[in-house]
């Protein structure tokens, strides 16, 4: 298990990355736990993982569980109507992956609380006590008396993220995640078949 200490110093020569891990926070200057907000210290029991073990107790699971999440995942397939016509298509977790996917949701969205830029707030989850939202009125609110908005869709963003991006952003400085656990991580957060990989617990 990688130490707290190791996360948060910083060493001349690893600057870039510890303003990836921390956006330049000065979290990364602490070196006691116990200053650190809510979020902060999940994202560093997410960022200590090296092993199957440490990963299963982050996910308060058994390893048979994880495992089975893993090689055996099972999706429901539906569609929803879309407001301009058309459907969306849904797969939905079954209720054992769903429990996974939710737990390690919540330690991924603690991580990307701690390195969003401030301009983002789709998909955010805010603690209360940070005392910002991250809603549709409050992104609304920076373009009052602009004399022009643009607001665009992407056409099938989630379900063309690849499993390979996944693990090559699991691999990167950003996380830095052994081999095992990137793998075991992509795994758990994709829908696997033959056409494409859709990305599940990505969305609340």
Do not use: W
């Not at 299963?56 to 893993?70: D, G, Q, R, T, Y």
């Not at 908005?149 to 990167?172: G, T």
């Amino acid at each position: 298990m990688k130490t707290q200490q190791q996360i948060v110093t910083i060493e001349k020569s690893d600057i870039d990355k510890a303003k990836l891990c921390f956006n330049g926070k000065p979290v990364r200057e602490i070196h006691s736990i116990s200053k650190l907000q809510k979020h902060e210290k999940n994202a560093l029991s997410l960022l200590r993982i090296e092993s199957s073990d440490e990963l299963c107790k982050l996910l308060v699971a058994l390893f048979c569980e994880v495992e089975n999440a893993i090689n055996n995942p099972s999706y429901i397939h539906f569609q929803r109507p879309k407001k301009k016509g058309g459907f969306r298509e849904i797969y939905a977790p079954s209720k054992d992956l769903k429990i996974i996917q939710k737990r390690l949701n919540y330690y991924l969205q603690a991580f990307y609380l701690c390195i969003k830029p401030d301009e983002v707030h789709g998909f955010v989850i805010n603690p209360h006590y940070l005392g910002t939202h991250c809603n549709i009125a409050a992104n609304a609110q920076a373009h009052i008396s602009k004399q022009s908005v643009m607001n665009i869709d992407l056409k099938d963003f989630f379900p063309n993220i690849r499993a390979k991006q996944v693990k090559e952003l699991f691999v990167s400085n950003i996380f830095a995640f052994n081999e095992q656990i990137a793998n075991a991580l992509t795994l758990l957060l994709i829908k696997r078949s033959y056409a494409y990989n859709l990305v599940i617990v990505s969305k609340p």
